[in-house]
């Protein structure tokens, strides 16, 4: 990247996971971006907070970031933490990152040559689920064949509107004049970041990173189902949003999903069961 690197903020949010929060920042420590700000939402009574603090407090990891900032959270890290954490941050990009993943190596480097190469205001990669987790074979089949099938969607959007295809919100990578533009993570316990990126498809095009560059928690059988359980349950609004904003307002990123592409647009309803969408939210 000719001239300085942009400030990317990192916004990590703890949740109440000990056992992985350690791995999880030491991910940050790893990376070749030479400008990072970093700020740690947590809980700061536990054990989590206390390897945030014995984080935030060793004078190497002051020396590696351009400002490093820790917030208590005792929400779990849902959709408002997320937006103060972003609010705190400084940064020309933001990353978020799940305090039981990790960003793997050079994540940052890559993701911010990707958005100022090719103008994306929003961008997420290939994922890698973390070894230490518990495979399913559901759940990793939904895993790879979602990101596998980007490739046969003709734009990122259409992808995303038809999956969560960035598959965890530690996956998102965009610029804070699209977070000022599309506004803050809505109010969704589980599905907040399939809604902010849908709304940011209506302003912009994705990109996808096509290397794997976050490490992905799985979650085992029975959680998976009952996470897809609960999405479900709120996709309902979320989709019925996006439908209802693609139709009845001038759209500034021109490729989103819309009928403005005809006939493939009816089809991709249809094919996506998703008629029951298009009644006003």
Request: proline share 8%.
């Amino acid at each position: 990247m000719p001239g300085p690197s942009p400030l990317v903020s990192v916004v990590v949010l703890t949740g109440d996971d000990e056992r992985h929060v350690p791995a999880a920042l030491e991910s940050l420590t790893t990376q070749d971006y030479p400008a990072i700000e970093v700020v740690i939402a947590a809980g700061l009574r536990g054990r989590t907070g206390a390897a945030v603090r014995s984080f935030a407090d060793d004078p190497r990891t002051r020396a590696r970031f351009s400002r490093l900032v820790v917030i208590d959270s005792e929400d779990g890290g849902g959709p408002e933490t997320v937006n103060r954490g972003i609010r705190e941050s400084r940064g020309l990009y933001v990353a978020l990152l799940n305090g039981d993943e990790r960003l793997l190596p050079r994540r940052l480097t890559r993701m911010t040559e990707v958005c100022l190469s090719s103008g994306a205001e929003m961008a997420f990669s290939r994922v890698e689920p973390l070894p230490d987790g518990a495979p399913a074979p559901a759940e990793l089949e939904y895993i790879y064949s979602v990101q596998d099938n980007i490739e046969f969607f003709p734009t990122v959007g259409y992808a995303l509107l038809r999956h969560q295809a960035a598959l965890s919100r530690g996956n998102l990578f965009f610029s804070r004049a699209l977070f000022e533009r599309v506004g803050p993570f809505a109010a969704f316990a589980h599905a907040h970041d399939w809604d902010f990126l849908l709304r940011s498809l209506l302003v912009s095009e994705p990109a996808f990173v096509a290397e794997p560059l976050y490490g992905l928690r799985l979650r085992g059988h029975e959680p998976f189902l009952e996470h897809q359980r609960r999405v479900a349950k709120e996709a309902d609004t979320i989709l019925r949003n996006y439908f209802f904003y693609c139709r009845t307002r001038p759209l500034a990123n021109t490729v989103a999903p819309s009928p403005a592409w005809g006939p493939f647009f009816a089809s991709f309803v249809q094919a996506s069961r998703h008629e029951s969408y298009l009644a006003k939210p």
